[in-house]
């Protein structure tokens, strides 16, 4: 069954005749309004136009969510392929190294350049609730769109080398690093002349054929090897060679 809608034409000297009604888009509320305006707006009709008015704001609302949305899943999808570098250190009472972390100068200059190509802006504030501070990000898209997220850790205790203003400024960078790369997807990664994993390249073949050697005159191949984590004594890394001279000249010494 054929459920286009007909109309009724009738021609001089002929008798009607049916034929399809031409579609025609449906008007956009902002259309209507315009229509509205130029005819005049009247107590009676400003209820419609006040109406009208809303439902254009309603619109314009999702068309910019829709462009964020786009842009943030567009921006998402570069990030993935980046890399930040944990270019800080905290340290041990000893002086050691603890663990190592972005800093907010490595994040911002990695991000941003990022977040301006696909139209988006940060602005940055942040609370304090009780022992705990809060760092809060709107992220502003150019479309009007706008989205704000936040993230909360421990207020930092004071010290002799860290006053209150002190504390309180680490505990927002810190609550600011944690929220931009979790917000944005971030990995970090150590730089490879500070990775402890970087242990270089192989030992020279004189180096290898020496602990092959001494290890072979000790009778402990297999064990240097696995203290190496290496199948043969060519394959072993530069950095671990130290560590296995060592373990070779201490054997060596209580053989005598």
Not at 184 to 204: H, M, V, W, Y
Request: hydrophobic share 40%; glycine share 6%; with cysteine.
């Amino acid at each position: 069954m054929n459920s286009t809608p007909l109309e009724l034409v009738t021609t001089e000297g002929s008798s009607a005749v049916a034929r399809p009604v031409e579609s025609r888009p449906i008007p956009k509320p902002i259309e209507i309004l315009q229509s509205a305006i130029q005819a005049g707006i009247t107590a009676e009709n400003f209820p419609i136009v006040k109406e009208l008015m809303g439902m254009c704001r309603d619109e314009q609302k999702f068309a910019n969510k829709v462009a964020f949305n786009k842009a943030f899943f567009d921006m998402r999808k570069e990030i993935a392929g980046m890399s930040i570098y944990a270019d800080k250190t905290a340290k041990t009472d000893s002086g050691g190294v603890a663990y190592r972390y972005c800093s907010e100068k490595e994040i911002a200059e990695a991000l941003e350049p990022v977040l301006f190509k696909h139209g988006f802006a940060m602005m940055f504030g942040q609370k304090q609730d009780g022992e705990r501070t809060q760092a809060v990000i709107t992220l502003v898209h150019e479309a009007g769109h706008e989205e704000t997220r936040d993230y909360a850790v421990r207020s930092g205790n004071t010290n002799r080398m860290k006053d209150a203003t002190a504390a309180d400024t680490g505990a927002t960078t810190s609550a600011w690093r944690h929220l931009c790369i979790k917000w944005f997807g971030l990995k970090s990664r150590i730089q490879e002349d500070a990775d402890p994993r970087n242990e270089g390249s192989a030992i020279t073949a004189k180096q290898a054929e020496e602990l092959e050697h001494r290890a072979q005159m000790l009778n402990c191949k297999p064990v240097i090897l696995e203290m190496a984590g290496a199948k043969s004594f060519t394959e072993i890394l530069s950095a671990r060679y130290p560590v296995l001279e060592n373990a070779l000249s201490m054997k060596e010494r209580s053989r005598k």
